[in-house]
């Protein structure tokens, strides 16, 4: 860790220490200023390293530091949803790990992090933190080496194969990454011109000079356009590299990764469900993403993830095979859902059609004339669109789990257990009880607390919890 944390703080005192080499000139004082700088980041580490300490003292973990003040962290072992190994490159070389522990709370007290165990020491403390050291049973002491245990068993739920990587791209989360690059070095040479030695206004004068020759500036976005699919595919192969996913002693295991490699530990008696999402092009290739719905889980996009971008049909068999499958169809909603969806998706572009052709009138402005062509298109496409989004809109119950759909564009399916349900909403806007529908939400004390049926009607508002907790709506209901 002192060979660690200097290297980690490099990045952040670099434009630093280049400002004070450029505004000291290249001076004695100014390489005494710099050697400073960086002496304090080893003195750091140094303190850092040795005023760090955790402990096991009985079913709770304690994480103390002391410099000039004393802080002691106690998280008991009850709390803790789940674990999260990590290996970036530098601790990779080192053998060493850094381990974070969520504790499902709010705010930025719901993580703590052992960051230097050794890659040994975080697998022997994974089953003891997720309450796998036996009931009654002692934690072992931290400070001495554990005894050989007996491996626990792994199960293979699913290894993705590397060419699935090559749906990557589709999920559109990595495709603007040309655009984010772009945008960073504008974004540094605004703010470090002068310090970097060609001037505050340089990067304002060469989008001047494109401005001025539009045919390079069209060359250039159209550079970024046709990088976005290889720069997103690339992005999308290093953060899922190799994933794997686990059954092992009780709890999922999900290994992803190429430059720094992440194990995610969820103790399978806290999962309740899980969330399948299409993207309207993942749709058309025939491939979907799943997350894990976990309760007291925080950052659950990411650590809930169950499967990257893979076929659908895997999706669902693995969804099954590690939580439990779902055996029901999904039921329709009623047709005003679907003329609420049309309304939607073509009106607003009508109206913004029929100013613009008032405007040609009062203008005869030729630029009126295309916006009012391109409102007329959003308008014919948001036909197909509203008509999608119906037939998206879904709920039903197999007797073990309910499940509910909606969305077009990103369409998501939640299937959740029956016992996670710990409440019901009802909802209605004016315009839904104009329309007689309502939107009906599931309270679920797990991903994200609730999950909702749009545009139902009501007597499926009414139906639904009573077939799926009958106990607790009867008295309620006038039969």
Not at 308 to 317: A, G, L, Q
Not at 387 to 397: E, K, N, Q, T
Request: no cysteine.
């Amino acid at each position: 860790m002192l060979l660690i944390d200097p290297v980690r703080m490099l990045p952040s005192l670099l434009l630093p220490l280049v400002g004070v080499l450029v505004v000291g000139g290249f001076s004695g004082r100014s390489y005494l200023w710099a050697a400073l700088g960086l002496v304090g980041t080893v003195v750091f580490a140094v303190v850092r390293w040795l005023t760090f300490r955790y402990d096991f003292a009985g079913d709770r973990l304690e994480i103390k530091r002391s410099l000039i003040s004393r802080s002691v962290r106690t998280i008991p072992l009850e709390r803790v949803r789940g674990v999260d190994v990590s290996t970036p490159p530098m601790h990779r070389l080192l053998g060493l790990a850094v381990l974070k522990i969520d504790t499902g709370a709010s705010g930025g007290d719901g993580e703590a992090t052992l960051d230097g165990v050794t890659l040994r020491e975080a697998e022997r403390l994974k089953p003891i933190l997720l309450r796998r050291a036996g009931a009654g049973a002692e934690p072992q002491d931290v400070t001495r080496e554990a005894a050989p245990e007996q491996e626990p068993v792994e199960h293979v739920i699913v290894a993705v194969p590397r060419r699935w990587l090559l749906y990557g791209p589709l999920s559109g989360a990595y495709l603007f990454t040309p655009f984010a690059l772009a945008g960073g070095a504008v974004g540094l040479a605004f703010q470090w011109g002068d310090e970097l030695g060609f001037g505050r206004n340089a990067a304002w004068t060469a989008g001047e000079w494109l401005w001025e020759h539009p045919s390079l500036l069209v060359a250039a976005a159209v550079l970024l356009v046709v990088a976005m699919p290889f720069v997103g595919g690339v992005m999308y192969a290093v953060f899922n590299w190799n994933f794997r996913l686990t059954r092992r002693d009780g709890y999922l295991v999900a290994e992803r990764g190429l430059i720094n490699r992440r194990s995610v530990s969820l103790e399978s008696r806290r999962v309740r469900g899980y969330e399948i999402a299409e993207g309207l092009a993942e749709r058309w290739a025939g491939v979907a993403r799943a997350w894990a719905i976990v309760t007291g889980l925080g950052d659950s996009q990411t650590r809930g993830q169950l499967l990257p971008v893979v076929p659908r049909p895997v999706v669902f068999n693995v969804a099954g095979d590690a939580i439990g499958p779902y055996h029901a169809p999904l039921r329709r909603h009623p047709p005003v859902a679907r003329n609420r969806r049309l309304f939607r998706a073509i009106a607003p572009w009508l109206v913004v059609a029929a100013v613009a052709a008032a405007l040609i009138w009062a203008t005869a402005s030729p630029l009126w004339w295309v916006l009012m062509v391109l409102a007329l298109i959003m308008a014919a496409v948001g036909i197909p669109l509203g008509i999608d989004r119906y037939h998206s809109l879904g709920h039903g119950y197999d007797g073990v789990r309910l499940a509910v759909r909606s969305g077009s564009l990103r369409r998501a399916q939640a299937v959740v257990e029956r016992r996670a349900v710990v409440g019901w909403r009802l909802r209605q806007t004016w315009f839904q009880r104009r329309a007689g529908v309502l939107t009906m939400i599931a309270g679920v004390g797990a991903g994200k607390g609730g999950y909702s049926a749009i545009d139902v009607s009501e007597a499926q508002a009414t139906a639904f919890p009573s077939e799926v907790t009958p106990e607790w709506l009867a008295p309620f209901l006038d039969r």
